[in-house]
């Protein structure tokens, strides 16, 4: 049996390359024999950086910018092989694995950070740049980012706000004389793994504040924040983002590099499954073995399961789900063509537990996985 094990990485705890060893180790534990082959995904979240980077014999590049609550912080990207694309993932800059648990407000954190990264790849000569966009602190709509590329947002009494999602509301003119020239030289990509809108029940303060430590009160906050900030968009530069696909992304960073980059939003995995060539290699497997940190009714929306999903069921190649944790939702999953969801936690654990012991518990999960498949091959 050939199996193809192509996971992504499991958000806080192991990496893409940390996840596919783990479960490579746990199946061959049950059985020496299988064929297996490890390739590590992404779908534009944290982690597609290096997939991309590594994957194409690229380089990395590090700086001091700003962290997602302004302390200094050293963060890095990543540029191709051919010396002509920069590949920036957020999530290095302004990124929630960046914060404890106590830290995480996004009312107060920014993109200012990825602004600078941005600044940076500018300034060495790279006129494509592809930005990363998954695992974001942050719910600012892009304001940081923006703020720190030159534009200025003005409040009711003319001076410039500050920085975070707890400002947006106060933003009642826009100034853009002041941005880098050099953006408009520049190709900007979006690699992204939601096509959620910038606002509603289905926006970034709703469906992601929460996950960066938004309170009910707070999620409230940010989405007034995120239709005012539209609506100023709209009128002084003459953008509809609010109900874009992929607007939301890295609470609505999406929109900001749209708004003031002129990005284009491009399917994060579908960019990494180009790059790596995963079609070829699913067509020539028996199994797939993909996962991630959490299965729920996201993931059929553009995430690295999603994509894999799609490529397999083109080549009628079955699919095994692992997760740190699986919703009910994520039952739909078996209308797509997966033949295994697994969550990895045996029984009631803390988080923090949790994933501090994710690479024992995906081992473990996978060798009682590679048990099963041992049966099922004869």
Same mark, same amino acid.
């Given at each position: 049996? *050939?199996? !193809? ?9 192991? #990496? ?10 746990? &199946? ?20 597609? %950086? ?5 994957? +194409?014999?690229?380089?990395?590049? *590090? ?12 963060? +890095? ?21 960046? !914060? *404890? ?10 993109? $200012?950070?990825?602004?600078? %990264? ?28 923006? /703020? ?10 003319? @001076? ?7 400002? &947006? ?17 520049? /190709? ?82 579908? =960019? ?5 060539? &995963? ?53 739909? !999953?078996? *209308? @797509? ?11 009631? =654990?803390?988080?923090?537990?949790? !994933? ?6 995906? $081992?473990?999960? #996978?060798?009682?996985?590679? $048990?099963? %498949?041992?049966? $099922?091959?004869?």
């Amino acid at each position: 049996m *050939k199996i !193809l094990i192509a996971p992504d990485s499991f958000k806080e705890s192991l #990496s893409a390359r940390e996840a596919a060893d783990c479960i490579e180790k746990g &199946l061959k534990s049950a059985f020496p024999k299988f064929h297996t082959k490890t390739i590590p995904l992404a779908d534009g979240g944290e982690g597609t %950086l290096d997939v991309l980077v590594t994957g +194409g014999g690229g380089k990395f590049i *590090k700086c001091e910018v700003s962290g997602p609550l302004g302390k200094k912080i050293t963060a +890095g990207y990543g540029i191709f092989s051919d010396e002509k694309t920069a590949v920036i993932e957020m999530a290095k800059a302004s990124g929630l694995e960046l !914060l *404890k648990l106590s830290e995480r407000n996004p009312l107060k954190t920014t993109t $200012y950070g990825t602004g600078e %990264l941005i600044k940076d790849a500018l300034s060495r000569g790279y006129r494509k740049i592809i930005v990363c966009i998954g695992g974001s602190a942050t719910v600012d709509g892009g304001m940081g980012m923006a /703020q720190a590329l030159g534009v200025k947002f003005i409040d009711a009494i003319g @001076k410039p706000t500050g920085f975070g999602g707890g400002e &947006l509301n106060k933003v009642c003119r826009i100034d853009i004389s002041g941005i880098d020239r050099r953006i408009k030289k520049t /190709q900007f990509i979006v690699a992204t793994d939601v096509k959620n809108p910038l606002t509603g029940s289905k926006g970034a303060a709703s469906v992601y504040g929460p996950q960066k430590g938004a309170t009910p009160a707070m999620v409230k906050v940010l989405e007034a924040g995120l239709n005012n900030f539209s609506k100023v968009i709209k009128k002084d530069l003459g953008k509809d983002v609010a109900c874009m696909p992929g607007a939301g992304a890295a609470g609505g960073l999406g929109a900001g590099l749209h708004v003031f980059c002129g990005a284009k939003l491009q399917s994060g995995i579908e =960019m990494v499954s180009q790059a790596l060539n &995963l079609e070829q290699h699913i067509k020539n497997s028996d199994l797939v073995i993909t996962g991630e940190g959490r299965i729920d009714g996201q993931t059929v929306c553009g995430k690295t399961i999603s994509g894999v999903l799609d490529l397999a069921t083109k080549h009628k190649v079955p699919v095994v789900c692992v997760a740190g944790s699986v919703t009910p939702e994520a039952a739909v !999953l078996y *209308k @797509k063509g997966v033949i295994g969801l697994f969550g990895i936690v045996p029984g009631p =654990m803390k988080l923090e537990e949790a !994933l501090g012991k994710a690479g024992v518990l995906l $081992y473990n999960a #996978s060798r009682n996985i590679g $048990y099963m %498949l041992k049966q $099922y091959r004869g």
